[in-house]
């Protein structure tokens, strides 16, 4: 089968960040099917364009037998909300410009954010080749989640617009792939679409890279951990994740010298909680920056505890975090600052770590003492969540469920001839 991804995120070799269809798309080359991807020039989370990709509109890549179609986005990505916008728009472009270069697909996946991949995903599978079967996937609710965090105003002209593209996303895609419950019951209460067009495929962990190993490892070594009770963040720092909340916790928490609160990745808010923590002359809160992807195993086994925060709205009561899979898998307890389906999910079902109120500093603190004072009740949360993952949420097998839907999608009426169909 022919597999055409459209991803403005899909991350670069090396770089760390959500790396959900990286591994989709290594297990479908490693089953035999032939994936094309058409992705972004510009890291999501510094907004840095590698030196190779500059003044490229297209490049082409072998990403370990997965071909990568690297499209122009504006270096504006990285000057604040409109810039991104802007770059969001103009990836529309490239990325339709890659379409005309890829040979005919019996299946297309889009995942969003940004909301505005669905545009080149709906040209292919309706205009460059009349009918390839192609699935929406919704792992965040744009645009509702950009007003409700603020960065955009609900009545704005590019608001309206973006509620118009997702009402075409929806409208125009043979099936639709969410990643939580609650994105269903959002998108069926609107009317957007029927139960019957929507699928839940989660996600997940890769459990062929993240499993359980000794603490005392080379990233503890490295960073000069020794004994204390490491609890680490590991995600994006931009304004949703709220990272602040964390600086603010470790203030409170200053006189454990034995806790150390560390973060991993990088954003657009990161540069201002360092500030904040060196304002708050803090010692007991590092900010790690970007770390390699296959790396980050080690940094998960080397802490005591993840943690998963973000702001305290309520549209993220609909969101499972990537994160706190890979916590689970690695078999570490998770300090949830979330609440919603991603509490009922670790808290009840997979049994796997504690809630804290979101943005809620003594809430955050007192569970990062908790935990710090019971190492008995991590060792068991750590491994319930390893059962958890194992039972419920392999990469490899979310991947294959995958493949099922695309086989369903194009053997259906009007779908396009196997393999062997012509460009």
């Known amino acids: 089968m022919k597999i055409l991804v459209f991803h403005q995120y899909y991350l670069m070799p090396g770089q760390g960040g959500g790396s959900r269809f990286n591994e989709m798309t ?50 504006a990505y990285g000057a604040g909300y409109a810039g991104r916008m802007w770059a969001f728009f103009a990836f529309m472009f490239s990325a339709a410009t890659a379409v005309l270069r890829v040979k005919r697909p019996n299946a297309i996946v889009a995942t969003s954010p940004p909301l505005t991949i669905a545009l080149p995903a709906i040209f292919a599978a ?3 080749w009349r009918r390839v079967p192609w699935v929406f996937e919704v792992r965040d609710l744009w645009p509702e989640s950009a007003v409700t965090t603020g960065v955009l105003s609900r009545k704005s002209p590019l608001t309206r617009l973006l509620y118009t593209v997702e009402r075409w996303a929806y409208r125009f895609a043979d099936r639709i792939n969410v990643l939580t419950p609650a994105f269903e019951q959002d998108i069926i209460r609107r009317g957007l679409a029927l139960a019957s067009k929507i699928s839940l495929i989660p996600n997940g ?25 490491v609890v680490l963040y590991a995600g994006a720092h931009g ?28 954003g657009n808010e990161r540069a201002a909680a360092e500030a904040d923590a060196r304002a708050r002359n803090l010692n007991n809160i590092v900010f790690l920056g970007s770390q390699p992807k296959d790396r980050m195993a080690d940094f998960v086994n080397a802490a005591n505890a993840g943690a998963a925060v973000l702001q305290a709205n309520p549209t993220f009561r609909t969101v499972y975090p990537n994160k706190v899979f890979d916590y689970m898998a690695c078999a570490r307890p998770t300090l949830l600052a979330i609440d919603g389906v991603a509490r009922t999910l670790v808290c009840d079902q997979a049994q796997a770590g504690i809630f804290v109120e979101p943005e809620n500093a003594p809430s955050i603190a007192e569970g990062i003492r908790t935990l710090a004072d019971n190492p008995a009740l991590c060792a068991e949360m750590g491994a319930c969540g390893r059962a958890w993952v194992e039972a419920n949420a392999s ?20 779908a396009p001839l196997a393999a062997g169909s012509h460009a």
């Open 205 to 229: 962990a890769d459990l062929d890279k993240f499993a359980p190993g000794p603490m005392q490892n080379d990233v503890r070594e490295e960073f000069g951990w020794g004994k204390r009770f």
């Open 26 to 75: 290594r297990f479908w080359t490693e089953a035999g099917h032939e994936v094309t991807v058409i992705a972004g020039t510009v890291e999501y989370t510094t907004g840095v364009k590698p030196t190779a990709y500059r003044g490229r509109w297209l490049l082409k890549e072998d990403d370990n037998g997965v071909i990568v179609w690297r499209c122009h986005v504006p270096e």
């Open 239 to 266: 304004r949703a994740n709220a990272v602040g909340q964390l600086v603010a916790a470790a203030e409170l928490l200053r006189d454990r010298p034995d806790i150390l609160v560390a973060t991993v990745g990088d």
């Open 126 to 128: 309706r205009l460059r």
């Open 395 to 414: 990469r490899r097998a979310l991947a294959s469920r995958y493949l099922d839907l695309f086989s369903e999608l194009s053997s259906a009426p009007g």
